[in-house]
Structures are given as C-alpha cells and as structure tokens.
C-alpha cells in the first residue's frame, strides 16, 4: 500500500489525529511516513513502544492521545476488528537481490530432494516467482499454498501460522522459507519434513534440523520440570491479537482439577522482568507462541504453550504433539 492510500483510508475514516505504529527495523520509515501525513495535514504522533507482529496493535496508547485511527507498518493485517480504525501499511524490501546466488547457496542444501515447497516473510514475497523459477530452472519442482482463509498471501508465512505452505506438505521432501531463521525454526518444530532457511538479506542459508531438534529437547525438558509446580500463573495477554480470555480460563479450571493451585495473571507485554517468579512456579502462556519458544532461556521458570500443557497433564503424548503438525495451536482438551 503506497501513502496516497494510506491518505485516503484516513480521510474516508475522517480521521485527523494518526498514531503511527511500526517494529524496530521499520522505525526510519514511519519518520518518512509521519513526515508525509504531516505535510498534508494530519496531526502525527508515532508510538514508541515494542511491535511483534500484525497482533500487537497500539490501542491502549492510541486512546490514551486521542487518536482517530492507526497506521501499522510492516505486517499483514491481523486484528478484523479494532475498536480503532488501523491501516496496515505492508511493506516489501524494495532493493537488488541476487536472487540466482541465493538460489545457488540453496540448492546444495536442498538436494538431493526433487520436490520443495517454497514459503516467503511477508517483506520477501516480490521475490516469490523469481525464486521459484531459479529453483526449477536447477530442475526442482516447487509448490506453494495458499491459507484457507486468504488472511495470508500464497507462501507467506508468519511467526505463528505456517498453514499456507504445510498446505502442500505432503506434496513435497523439503521446504525453502526465504526470509528469516525465526520463521524457519517455527516451520520445522511443525513438520517432519526438511526446513532449509535462505536469507536474501545476509546470503545466508543454513537447514534447520538441528536447531529445531535442539529446541524441542530445551521444551520437553520444561514440561518436565512443570509437571513438579505447585502454583501456575496463567498468562492472558492484553494485547488485541493475542488475547484470548476464554482460552484461559480453561486453563485456569483445568489446572486447579489436577490439584495445582492455578491464577489468571493478565499482562500487556509478557516479559520476563514482569513475571513475579517468587510467587509462580511455572506459567501457561496464552499470548505469542514465540515467547515460549524464542525468550525461553530469559525465564527462570518454565512457560509452557497450551499443547505443551497436555503432555504435562498427560492428556497427550509428546510423541503425538510432536508428530501433529500443531504445536503452536491453542486448542486444549479439557480432561
């Protein structure tokens, strides 16, 4: 989306007072962006807080300066409904890529598989068909999916939803994702297929097994040492993508029904300084799968994910977790 429609979003919402919100690496470009609206009149302020994602909307400190709408940068729209009105402004890395030299460092790594699947970061996607046809010209077949929903580009993946390229997994020996290593190790902790990761912006690629293998013994190794909590502060998340009230609650009954003395505990950013360990145990986190995984060794306690709750209450086996394909999902069965 370029600014002029961004402009005309605000002005058929009829909105004068923009908060402009974007992650780190986009900081410079909402300064070019808030200097555009400023110009043509909108009164800018720019929010200065942590983004994580197309979930972690600025709502609270939007009302907080009156602002009639936000303009969030850098990720695809996530949150339908917003008591605010938010543009998301996606944005696509717009520089050279030697996308035949990335493809090069690949395919070492790729064969001797035939059949790739190929997945893509949202700043990433321009170089899809390119990538793709480098890829077959070095005589690979290579398939993409497309999420049931449409809410995410064919191939595009995010840090919690691989579902647009596992949609062709059966399909393929190995997967690409062009873009970053957190998204690569994500895929391959919900597949039993290959993840090979190639960065456009380092030439770096590098397969991911390992490291995913490596990630999965530090998580089973928390289940572990929850299983021997006494009380578990169930985390609920503020945050308009990632709340999830009834989820929860759930837990919190659950939990209590196993004989742990279990309490709702509502954050807006779940970080370690936050967690009052000396009254926790261990904490079920209901909010970014993410901080489970990525933030793991920042916690002095463990932080289980809602399916790792299952192992842990023996409601399931690691070994079916393992092998379902859905370990970041937040469905739990009640026992």
Same mark, same amino acid.
């Given at each position: ?11 058929? !919402? ?5 908060? !402009? ?16 609206? %400023? ?10 807080? *942590?983004c ?13 300066? %009156? ?6 940068l850098?990720h ?9 009105? $938010? ?10 890529v ?11 790594? @790729? ?8 997945g ?15 890829? =077959? ?23 919690? +939803?691989? $579902?647009?390229?596992? %949609? ?14 957190f998204?690569?190790l ?8 290959? !993840?090979?990761?190639?960065? *456009? ?13 490596? !990630? ?19 985390? #609920?998340? $503020? ?9 929860? $609650? ?8 196993a004989?742990?003395?279990?309490? #709702? ?6 970080? =370690?300084?936050?967690?009052? +360990? =000396? ?26 994910? *809602? %399916?790792? @709750? ?9 070994? =079916? ?15």
């Amino acid at each position: 989306m370029k600014p002029e429609h961004v402009i005309a979003e605000l002005e058929r !919402v009829g909105a004068r007072r923009v908060l !402009v919100q974007a992650p780190q690496g986009l900081r410079g470009t909402a300064i070019q962006l808030s200097e555009e609206l %400023s110009r043509r009149g909108f009164d800018v302020v720019i929010s200065g807080g *942590p983004c994580w994602g197309g979930c972690d909307l600025a709502l609270n400190e939007a009302v907080e300066v %009156s602002a009639d709408a936000i303009v969030h940068l850098g990720h695809t729209e996530f949150v339908k409904q917003s008591s605010i009105p $938010t543009i998301y402004l996606e944005c696509r890395y717009d520089h050279d890529v030697d996308v035949e030299q990335l493809v090069e460092k690949s395919i070492h790594v @790729l064969r001797p598989a035939k059949n790739i699947g190929l997945g893509m970061t949202l700043q990433w996607l321009n170089l899809l068909e390119r990538v793709k046809k480098a890829l =077959e010209d070095h005589g690979f077949s290579v398939f993409y999916g497309q999420q049931e929903n449409g809410r995410l580009y064919p191939s595009q993946v995010i840090g919690c +939803d691989y $579902t647009a390229v596992k %949609s062709v997994e059966s399909k393929v020996e190995k997967f690409l994702i062009v873009g970053s290593f957190f998204h690569g190790l994500g895929l391959s902790m919900m597949t039993d297929r290959c !993840v090979v990761v190639a960065d *456009p912006e380092t030439m770096r690629v590098e397969d991911m097994t390992q490291i995913a293998k490596r !990630v999965l013994m530090q998580r089973y190794a928390q289940i572990c040492a929850f299983r021997g909590s006494k009380r578990v502060g169930v985390i #609920l998340c $503020t945050k308009p993508g990632q709340k999830r009230e009834g989820l929860a $609650t759930t837990i919190v009954s659950m939990l209590r029904k196993a004989g742990k003395d279990a309490y #709702l505990l509502v954050l807006n950013e779940v970080d =370690e300084r936050f967690l009052p +360990d =000396e009254v926790f145990d261990a904490y079920v986190n209901t909010a970014c799968p993410r901080i489970s995984i990525d933030d793991n060794a920042k916690f002095k306690r463990p932080i289980l994910l *809602p %399916s790792e @709750l299952m192992v842990a209450l023996n409601l399931i086996s690691w070994e =079916e977790l393992v092998s379902s394909g859905e370990y970041f999902r937040w469905c739990v069965k009640n026992g």
